[in-house]
């Protein structure tokens, strides 16, 4: 069961910035724990995009970015290309455990 | 190089049994707490489990709360996922994934396909 919300779909033409919002409540990004976010291509298996809110891995372009805000967080891409067309889950943690958004599919139009 | 390998996937009838396993390589694999995460069909991510590197902390998701058990071996870099009573709604991807340095995965596996059907 997802306790963080997501929007399921959003679009855009390539070029364009996107944003995709991660809704939590005070258990888990309010209560002060990070928010993490991850990239799964069709039929693999997720890959890490965004740690400790803002932070990018080794190799992941700086088009993507996020951010956190009170009980909620954020991630960007800005200048949308084809190869990121996927989908995107944020992550936080509570005291019950790891937790997951909903998911969202970003198609490049 | 970080290696995950999942296995034991499979088919299995409703209140059935399986264990999973996950091999891991390329990194200090006592030091790391390791996560069970898995994916239904055409859905989202949840979370099953975790397990410290040292064992002393383990929790489970609700839904699998009285008939999964996480567990190690550090000696052999492997971890496992005893899943008993098993239900048509555990039909998902198995992934092992590594905890970096803040609660975040680090590394994934490639997953391993548990189906529960009659």
């Known amino acids: 069961q997802s306790v963080l919300t997501q929007p399921p779909s959003v679009s855009g033409a390539p070029g364009q910035r996107v944003t995709i919002s991660c809704a939590g409540s005070s258990s888990n990004i309010g209560a002060g724990y990070d928010v993490h976010w991850y990239q799964q291509l069709p039929g693999t298996a997720p890959k890490l995009l965004i740690y400790g809110n803002s932070n990018r891995p080794s190799g992941v372009p700086d088009r993507f970015s996020g951010s956190k805000s009170g009980t909620s967080a954020s991630l960007a891409i800005s200048g949308l290309q084809a190869e990121d067309e996927a989908d995107y889950y944020c992550q936080s943690y509570s005291l019950s455990g790891y937790v997951f958004g909903t998911g969202t599919k970003v198609t490049v139009l | 190089e970080v290696q995950l390998v999942e296995s034991g996937g499979g088919l299995v009838q409703p209140g059935g049994s399986l264990r999973l396993s996950c091999a891991a390589s390329?990194?200090?694999?006592?030091?790391?707490?390791m996560n069970w995460v898995r994916q239904a069909p055409g859905k989202g991510l949840e979370w099953v489990s975790y397990?410290?590197?040292?064992?002393?902390?383990?929790n489970y998701a609700d839904s699998v709360k009285g008939r999964f058990t996480i567990s190690r071996d550090n000696a052999k870099n492997s971890l496992y996922l005893q899943m008993n009573s098993l239900r048509a709604e555990d039909t998902a991807v198995y992934y092992c994934?590594?905890?970096?340095?803040?609660?975040?995965?680090?590394?994934w596996g490639q997953g391993t396909l548990v189906t529960v059907s009659s």
């Open positions: 994934a590594r905890v970096g340095s803040g609660w975040f995965y680090d590394y």
């Open positions: 397990i410290s590197g040292s064992t002393s902390n383990i």
């Open positions: 390329g990194f200090t694999f006592s030091s790391y707490t």
